[in-house]
């Protein structure tokens, strides 16, 4: 969707490994979201933030962590990567009734 | 309902039908309600949405209706095609801001 970009789009990381996807929008939206997909499953949720610096854990945080220092950026950081955290990741934005999505970003941990 | 970690549930609709989807929300201070279909390998796309002061909204083949009452929402798909062959999300907003919550999902199969 216009406005909000995710990076990189694939990566391949090994065990272990500290990863961090980001997520960019240009909607000055207040909320963002990052969600796992995975293979015939539905998204669901990591972390999401309401604003600048405040974030809250959604349904999947474990081994997860966030940070918002400014308005249109997102981080997700994977501290020490494991196997189950192969997937598609997915940010959103939420602001004035609308909502857009990332073009997700496929990882695979080995 | 549906737990997290089970695959999502599958609607087998005949190509030519009408399909419909089912969805249940949860927040009765929602008022505001999107469907999104996902296509494989790609993100969620918007396809309709309907406010709560609404209980029904039409599009290109595609009708929304809301019973605020039981809190439940559905997307109908009419004379459905292959290339409506989709996950469908229903979502909902509102209350005093503008997080979202997506439902779960349904997978729909076209039958030729």
């Known amino acids: 969707d216009a406005g909000i970009t995710q990076s990189p789009r694939h990566k391949v990381t090994e065990t272990g490994t500290p990863v961090t996807l980001r997520c960019h929008q240009t909607e000055n939206h207040r909320y963002m979201y990052w969600y796992r997909q995975d293979p015939g499953h539905g998204l669901r949720l990591i972390h999401y933030?309401?604003?600048?610096?405040?974030?809250d854990k959604g349904e999947v945080s474990d081994g997860y962590s966030v940070s918002r220092s400014k308005t249109e950026d997102f981080l997700l950081t994977l501290e020490s990567a494991t196997s189950s955290q192969t997937s598609v990741y997915f940010c959103a934005t939420t602001g004035s009734s609308k909502a857009f999505f990332g073009q997700g970003t496929r990882l695979t941990v080995v | 309902g549906e737990s997290v970690g089970l695959h999502l549930p599958t609607l087998s609709v005949q190509e030519g039908d009408n399909s419909i989807i089912n969805c249940a929300y949860s927040?009765?201070?929602?008022?505001?309600f999107i469907w999104y279909k996902q296509e494989s390998g790609k993100g969620p796309q918007f396809i309709i949405d309907?406010?709560?002061?609404?209980d029904k909204r039409q599009g290109q083949r595609v009708t929304v209706l809301l019973n605020k009452t039981v809190k439940h929402l559905s997307l109908q798909i009419a004379a459905t095609q292959p290339g409506d062959s989709a996950v469908y999300f229903c979502a909902e907003m509102g209350g005093r801001d503008d997080k979202i919550i997506f439902g779960k999902g349904t997978r729909l199969h076209i039958l030729p």
């Open positions: 309907i406010r709560s002061n609404m």
């Open positions: 927040n009765s201070a929602s008022d505001y």
């Open positions: 933030s309401y604003g600048v610096k405040d974030t």
